[in-house]
């Protein structure tokens, strides 16, 4: 099979793209779209192998598979094998948990089943998981196991077997691509993660192998157009996309299309027909492997912003990719060639103990002992989430009223709000129990709305349920005493300012009622006085109300920090915010709120002088993480605020 450089040369550019964007290079925020890139090479490669020599009666799936694993897992198993081992030294207990477990689910090519269930790709804390883009790996992995067996029935049963393949191609590949562009907007990350909504992709570099001999007197014709053709779409898909486009979805469709155009052109152009770019495509996968726990490094090491570490690390990238596929891709696969099954004996061995290893790693809970006691103190934080989720809680979700809600007639508060609520439920809690025992205990009433009465985040299918949510407040209002206080908790800037950890992704906020403004300053506008609105419509139940101004906000993840820099021996870092930034981003809010107390009687509680002091916001009190995350208070930073809630209860005490 003859070498290609210009498929070589989009390996070079997709591999550019993806390790230019993880490294923030400004000009490349869709540079995620060179995965995509590889998804269709790796369609029309596989392809052409398993059709040509199933033509010639010599296809054997073992023989392919055994090519593939050879081709990915030797290096995959290295990786992994001295991540699990670095970590050992120099990752904390509940980071070595998460970087077994997916070294586990990276070796056996499940991993983006693993990432599915947890943060989105484009979500802050997804930016800390050393594995994360072996998601990629395992989509192609399981795409090489169903290819040959479509391919195959195509050959066994059918008397014009091309024909048949490209019908059936055509056909998956085009309900594939209905379920991406139907899932990709309200089950993001089924459609970014798993292969029945990306085997489209593949799909489509299939068909340019197999449409190849029918389009072949245009393609000689305008071949140059196609390859320009090509680059302009990809550029495009560059351009136009960025962490808030919906992913993959109708605009995949540029850099895929783009990647078939020059696919199809089969041209050879000064662009790619370079020593570099040719040096970077034989290299891709390798420094695909290595680029991306490199930037994790960086952000161990809180260099990530820094320009020059930025672009050490882009060197160290390539350097350990060229290192990777010199000594371990290349001999695995030449010795393979040869007939020699040593290496592919030996990497499966070494998978097989790197398994057990991150087996071993999650069972263990990250092996803790090898961790000082600080360390411990500060982690042990990170689950207490988790733990304020119990059955013990009279919680109401959209899913309906917990089990300890039952019998549950007089309520000592209802807890009004968003993860925000869950977050500070502890010190509400405690102050009602402590000024209020005969009381029992109170409702936590959360939902994933913003605090509007019509408002709604994403698509108006999935925003429905929040105007229905709120109308089930208040008739749980209603129906308590009339002395049951309503406290309102939310993470309100987010719904208009985005996320402070990740300030490139924004939030889309709609309105069952009336379109969104134009403009920026006309949106915080209206959502300011609906914010005020909705409190004076639950004050108009005639129950008291309170609400908790926005707590500071970190940006960054604050117990992991502090582990991760007591775990490589440095002394804590100062963690916080000046009070200037706080305002810039919770104004708008506060303004809504103290609107709200001169409208209609509300009461505002303000966190800022149990977090602030001498124009800085803390995130650590005491050596002791105020939160255990960026934004939500931990067990002490709910003991910080609990004098905010006693004074919702002592009047009523006396």
């Known amino acids: 099979m ?50 040509e020599k199933q033509m010639e009666n010599r296809f054997s799936f073992t023989q392919f598979m055994a090519a593939r694993a050879v081709r990915i897992l030797p290096a995959l198993a290295v990786c992994c094998a001295l991540l699990l081992a670095a970590g050992w030294l120099y990752v904390p207990p509940a980071d070595y948990q998460a970087l077994g477990k997916h070294a586990f689910s990276a070796i056996t090519f499940s991993s983006n089943f693993v990432f599915k269930d947890e943060d989105g790709y484009f979500d802050a804390l997804s930016h800390d998981k050393w594995l994360l883009h072996t998601w990629s790996l395992s989509v192609e992995f399981q795409f090489y196991l169903i290819l040959p067996f479509i391919l195959a029935l195509a050959f066994r ?43 489209w992709e593949f799909i489509l570099g299939g068909l340019v192998y197999g449409f190849a001999p029918v389009f072949a007197p245009t393609i000689n014709k305008h071949g140059k157009a196609f390859f320009y053709a090509g680059l302009l779409l990809i550029a495009a898909g560059l351009a136009f996309t960025d962490a808030n486009t919906v992913w993959p979805g109708t605009m995949a469709l540029l850099p ?32 695909y492997l290595w680029h991306w726990p490199v930037t994790v490094a960086l952000r161990y090491g809180m260099r990530h912003e820094d320009p020059v570490w930025i672009a050490a690390g882009i060197a160290l990238s390539v350097l350990a990719g060229y290192v990777s596929y010199r000594f371990v891709e290349t001999p695995a696969r030449e010795q393979l060639k040869s007939g020699n099954r040593k290496p592919l004996i030996r990497y499966t061995a070494l998978a097989a103990l790197t398994l057990a290893a991150a087996g071993g790693i999650y069972v263990s809970q990250g092996l803790p ?25 009279c ?115 709609y309105y069952t009622d009336i379109d969104l403004p134009e403009t920026q300053a006309a949106r915080e506008k209206l959502f300011a006085e609906r914010f005020a609105q909705t409190l004076c419509k639950v004050a108009q139940t005639g129950r008291p109300v309170y609400a908790l101004a926005p707590v500071p906000e970190m940006g960054i993840d604050v117990p992991k920090t502090m582990s991760r820099q007591r ?8 963690i916080g915010i000046d009070e200037a930034a706080y305002h810039k981003r919770h104004d708008l809010v506060r303004g809504a709120l103290h609107s709200a107390a001169q409208n209609c009687g509300i009461t505002v509680l303000d966190p800022v002088p149990y977090f602030c002091a001498d124009g800085f916001c803390a995130g650590v009190q005491a050596e002791n993480p105020l939160y255990y995350d960026d934004d939500h208070l931990s067990t002490f930073g709910n003991a910080q605020i609990r004098p905010l809630f006693d004074k919702v209860f002592q009047p009523r005490a006396d």
């Not at 000009?27 to 596989?46: A, E, N, P």
């Not at 008397?159 to 309200?186: F, H, K, M, N, Y």
């Not at 299309?257 to 996968?285: E, V």
Request: hydrophobic share 45%.
């Open 2 to 51: 003859p070498f290609r450089t210009d498929i070589n040369g989009l390996r070079a550019l997709a591999v550019l793209a993806v390790v230019l964007y993880h490294f923030d290079v400004f000009g490349f925020q869709g540079g995620f779209i060179g995965v995509d890139i590889f998804f269709v090479i790796s369609g029309f490669l596989m392809t052409r192998i398993i059709v």
């Open 157 to 199: 049963f059918a008397d014009r077997p091309r024909r048949v393949i490209l019908a059936t191609l055509c056909a998956l590949g085009g309900i594939s691509l209905i379920a991406s562009i139907l899932t990709s907007r309200e089950h993001s990350s089924f459609a970014f993660y798993l292969l029945p909504a990306r085997m």
């Open 256 to 287: 895929v299309i783009g990647t078939c155009a020059i696919i199809a052109a089969n041209r050879h152009h000064p662009l790619f027909d370079n020593l570099p770019m040719q040096k970077i495509g034989i290299w891709s996968y390798s420094i």
């Open 369 to 393: 002992l090898r961790a000082n006691a600080d360390v411990a103190r500060i982690e042990s934080v990170i689950p207490q989430n988790a733990v304020r989720k119990d059955n013990g809680i």
């Open 395 to 509: 919680q109401k979700t959209r899913h309906g009223f917990s089990a300890a809600c039952k019998d549950m007639a007089h309520p000592a508060f209802i807890l009004w709000g968003d993860s925000h609520a869950g977050a500070v439920h502890e010190a509400v809690r405690g102050s009602a129990a402590q000024h209020l025992p005969q009381k029992g205990d109170g409702i936590l009433f959360t939902n994933n709305c913003p605090p509007l009465e019509t408002g709604y985040l994403s698509s108006k299918k999935k925003g429905r349920a929040c105007p229905d949510s709120f109308r089930s407040l208040l008739a749980q209002i209603e129906q308590s005493p009339p002395d049951t206080p309503v406290i309102a908790v939310f993470r309100a800037s987010y719904y208009i300012r985005g996320y402070n950890e990740s300030p490139k992704k924004s939030v889309k906020l």
């Open 567 to 574: 775990m490589l021996g440095k002394a804590l870092p100062v």
